[in-house]
């Protein structure tokens, strides 16, 4: 959807710089110029995607890697304006009666060309990859709220290895960043994470757990005492001799009642 708004916005960019300087453009030419570049780019989509996987962007990349994906810039380039120059010396003759010539200096503009078209490959392998890391931490988000039903235990994901401990060790968790400072079993862990993927996760393995902040995650089976203070907070003293401090927006979720007296 993106490309497609970016020629829109091109186009009609052309048709008021052809207005200012000649007042005379037949409206057509300058939407089939940027509409014959977005189809040529969107039919290499599906090439791009297949070298992406074979030779990820992010994963595991290496100057090999890199190297590789700037060789394939080159033929993209070339199918970019073949398709493109083809679609174009069909389509503005019959919309607009003149003929369309493309190739005055070939190398000049091809370099010119590929200039952009550079730019254009790096944006789709980005997005390639983007979309293909979040759909693969979906997967495992999945894969690990099925195993927490079947088993009983966590999965977390720190710094290249996977920890599994049981759902029922979990004391209580805050959010850090792109982590999770999670406590179980008097022990520290800081996987890479979302607080809402952790709770999620202890929710299948049945663990009752409850946000006390909107960064902080409590085993309520660990609470020993909730004291309110006196700016309307909450302290949440646990099992091990943890207190964990919980915003007055999620006081109700630990059925404490709005007139308690404040310690």
């Not at 919309?95 to 550079?118: M, N």
């Amino acid at each position: 959807m993106t490309f497609p708004l970016v020629a829109a916005v091109n186009a009609m960019t052309l048709v008021t710089d052809a207005r200012r300087s000649t007042g005379d453009i037949q409206w057509a030419e300058p939407w089939l110029l940027e509409m014959t570049s977005v189809v040529g780019a969107l039919l290499l989509v599906p090439a791009v995607a297949a070298l992406e996987r074979r030779v990820p962007l992010v994963s595991g990349m290496t100057l090999r890697h890199g190297a590789v994906l700037l060789a394939a810039s080159v033929p993209f380039s070339l199918a970019h304006v073949g398709i493109m120059v083809g679609l174009r010396t069909i389509l503005i003759p019959l919309a607009t009666g003149k003929a369309y010539t493309f190739f005055v200096d070939p190398l000049t503009d091809l370099l010119y060309e590929y200039r952009k078209d550079l730019f254009l490959f790096v944006v789709i392998t980005g997005l390639l990859t983007l979309s293909r890391q979040i759909e693969l931490g979906r997967q495992e988000a999945a894969a690990a709220r099925a195993d927490a039903r079947e088993s009983g235990r966590l999965t977390l994901k720190s710094q290249g290895h996977t920890i599994h401990l049981r759902a029922r060790d979990f004391s209580w968790a805050q959010a850090s960043g792109n982590y999770v400072d999670v406590m179980a079993a008097g022990k520290s862990y800081l996987p890479r994470t979302t607080l809402n993927d952790l709770e999620q996760q202890l929710h299948s393995a049945k663990v009752d757990v409850v946000r006390v902040h909107r960064s902080r995650l409590v085993n309520r089976e660990q609470i020993t005492e909730v004291r309110p203070t006196r700016s309307g907070d909450v302290e949440i003293h646990l099992a091990d001799g943890t207190t964990v401090k919980g915003s007055r927006r999620y006081r109700d979720r630990l059925s404490l009642p709005d007139n308690a007296p404040p310690q």
